[in-house]
């Protein structure tokens, strides 16, 4: 009978409440990078997540993504309303109670759609986003999460893909998410010809730094102990990240003859992005190589998005998808099993094949998530009556035409117009 640990138990519950705050943090870094008029529809997107999705996956997105295995492809009903979820440890997490892994994969499935949300900033319908959050939360976010670690098709019970806290699971698939949404919903009005620049780039920092925090939680934690897993996941992920907001900001300054704060937070950002796969399967060199090349290659993603002609309001799919992709690509290369015996070595260490394993599962969750989320774009459509704001609305602003308050006034205080 496996025994509880409580040191196990208090980091994954201390992790669980740092990935719960990485959602306000994002909604902050968001926040800040839209227009004034904006920014109270941009962080509500992301704070409401917090509440329906937490609701969502207690009564059926953890038994989807966790329950018993249905060929490969979705978890089973037993743990539906969290049947069964309780203080005995499980299969999945021996060392620590179920209900303790359950809260803490509830904050990934929390703020994995509230990533989309930066691609589709400053157009959708709040009333939409009710629906499509609920709909991508089931159909997509718990059969890719099952796929990679509930026994499913893509993880060691089946391809042998490696991914240890997301690169897969939440980057790609929330990325390529929002790219389906950009093209569903077309551009913002005025976009490319009128100004769109950040409104407060303090807000941005501050916001990537609660991400960067939370980020320790999401990685780390993911070691599902307090051992010598966790703190060589820890080490890669700051690695990572601070690399990347050198390979981010070096080809800006040459481009741009200056650094800018927004590009060390995107950066940084990326970093995060592309090392989340990895952290808990490579060296500390190693992780610096990814995190570097998951910044500069982020970069260019970013830069050629005018020449592709689409709206990312916010950069999700230059940075979560591109990030992703090469985060998985490069565990692909950089995983060795002595930093993880239950992982793989990679490319570098005689297995070419792990190479072509995370190239496998970089293909099924674009495939899957880029179809399944147009469907349920459609869908959503049909029951909303058009799933984006009128164009009074979105020249008024979403903070007035979808929650009647604005974020400032001249005195520096937000209202709403019932007050």
């Not at 982020?298 to 591109?322: E, M, N, W």
């Amino acid at each position: 009978m496996p025994e509880i640990d409580t040191g196990d138990t208090a980091w994954i519950l201390a992790s669980a409440v740092l990935v719960m705050f990485m959602t306000p943090g994002l909604a902050l870094f968001y926040g800040g990078l839209v227009r004034s008029k904006n920014v109270v529809g941009t962080i509500m997107q992301s704070f409401f997540a917090l509440g329906l999705v937490s609701v969502v996956f207690m009564m059926l997105g953890y038994t989807l993504a966790f329950g018993s295995d249905i060929a490969q492809v979705v978890g089973g009903f037993d743990f539906s309303f969290l049947s069964g979820v309780g203080a005995e440890p499980s299969d999945l997490a021996p060392t620590i109670p179920h209900s303790a892994y359950m809260v803490f994969q509830l904050m990934f499935a929390v703020i994995t759609p509230a990533l989309i949300t930066g691609a589709v900033a400053e157009r959708m319908k709040f009333k939409g986003w009710i629906i499509f959050l609920t709909l991508w939360s089931l159909l997509v976010y718990s059969p890719v999460a099952h796929w990679v670690w509930g026994g499913g098709w893509l993880g060691a019970d089946g391809v042998g893909a490696l991914d240890f806290a997301g690169g897969t699971v939440v980057h790609m698939n929330a990325g390529i998410a929002a790219l389906a949404c950009v093209l569903y919903l077309g551009k913002r009005r005025g976009y490319p010809q009128d100004a769109m620049r950040p409104h407060n780039v303090p807000m941005v920092v501050i916001g990537a730094s609660i991400l960067w925090f939370g980020w320790f939680g999401f990685n780390a934690g993911s070691a599902l102990a307090a051992n010598g897993l966790a703190g060589s996941a820890f080490v890669a992920t700051h690695l990572g990240a601070a690399a990347a907001m050198l390979g981010w900001l070096i080809p800006e300054w040459m481009q741009h003859k200056a650094p800018t704060a927004i590009g060390a937070a995107t950066g940084a950002v990326a970093g995060l992005v592309a090392i989340t796969p990895a952290a808990g399967y490579v060296e500390p060199w190693a992780a610096v190589i990814i995190g570097f090349a998951g910044g500069l290659i982020c970069y260019i993603a970013v830069s050629l998005k005018g020449r592709l002609k689409y709206d990312d309001s916010l950069d999700v799919v230059g940075v979560h998808f591109v990030g992703g992709l090469v985060g998985a690509l490069l565990t692909g290369v950089f995983a060795t099993t002595a930093i993880n015996e239950a992982g793989a070595d990679g490319l570098l260490y005689g297995n070419p094949g792990q190479l072509g394993k995370q190239a496998i599962a970089a293909v099924g969750t674009t495939v899957y998530s880029l179809i399944a989320t147009f469907v349920i774009l459609f869908i959503t459509d049909k029951l909303v009556g058009g799933l984006r704001v009128s164009e009074d609305e979105e020249l008024s602003g979403l903070d007035l035409s979808q929650h009647s308050e604005t974020a400032y006034t001249a005195e520096g205080g937000g209202t709403s117009i019932h007050a």
